[in-house]
């Protein structure tokens, strides 16, 4: 299925700054809170020999255990237009896990870089 990288990016937006990140943490986190900072968030669509592939980029001092790719998951759900970005804030407003879209799998997943 095809998706729409750029109304992900949309969506995505709305995740930038300090939140309540509930909604995208794993039952099993043992951080001492769901409050993170996020600092950065970009969704692109990148040509590769075969096809398309949608990449998204989070930068944050620290993450929640699953946080990025519950982040991946719900974005599906927006660029395959079965949320809107209004949805999508929703659930995020929701602060609750089970308002949010499903684990994304963890291939494709690439921890790129410290920066101190």
């Known amino acids: 299925m095809k998706l729409d990288a750029n109304v992900m990016h949309i969506a995505s937006q709305s995740l930038l700054g300090k939140h309540d990140f509930s909604t995208f943490r794993a039952a099993e986190c043992q951080a001492d809170g769901p409050i993170k900072t996020l600092d950065a968030i970009r969704v ?8 398309i592939e949608i990449q998204i980029h989070v930068c944050a001092k620290s993450f929640l255990y699953h946080q990025v790719r519950n982040f991946a998951g719900s974005l599906k ?7 809107s970005v209004d949805d999508f804030k929703v659930a995020l407003n929701a602060i609750d896990r089970r308002q949010g879209g499903p684990t994304a799998p963890p291939e494709g ?8």
């Open 77 to 83: 759900l927006v660029g395959e237009g079965r949320w």
């Open 109 to 116: 997943l690439y921890f790129v870089k410290v920066v101190y």
């Open 44 to 51: 692109d669509q990148v040509p590769y020999p075969g096809g």
